[in-house]
């Protein structure tokens, strides 16, 4: 399995920016994927994620109505759109991916295995 982000980079106050993250072996139907950032001097934390199972979409409090996770199967790449940045937006965002899960439902905050190397977003003020 391989996740590699890309489209990261400056960008101002109140503009738009698409993250992409291609992956490579495996497929999404049976995986939870996710998007998570880390902004300098923090912890790590979730953006968007699609569960696996009942693929339900949800988002963190900071970015709902902003931000919209989506995914090209044929592609096999999931985006990241991020509207109306704002400087706390500010990190190094990574995708990552949890699966093959067999039954039920998987959630992205049990839990991620696989991981991009991530890329960087810079929101100026």
């Known amino acids: 399995v391989q996740l590699v982000e890309s489209g990261g980079e400056l960008v101002q106050a109140g503009g738009s920016l698409r993250l992409s993250c291609a992956a490579s072996g495996f497929t999404f139907d049976n995986y939870a994927i996710g998007w998570f950032r880390q902004a300098p001097g923090k912890e790590r934390e979730g953006v968007a994620c699609?569960?696996?199972?009942?693929?339900?979409?949800y988002y963190e409090d900071p970015v709902k109505g902003r931000f919209t996770m989506s995914t090209d199967s044929a592609r096999n790449t999931m985006y990241l759109q991020m509207n109306d940045l704002k400087p706390e937006d500010t990190a190094v965002y990574y995708c990552a991916a949890v699966g093959p899960v067999d039954s039920g439902n998987y959630y992205c905050a049990w839990g991620m295995d696989y991981w991009g190397k991530g890329t960087l977003v810079t929101v100026s003020s």
């Open positions: 699609i569960s696996a199972g009942d693929r339900r979409t």
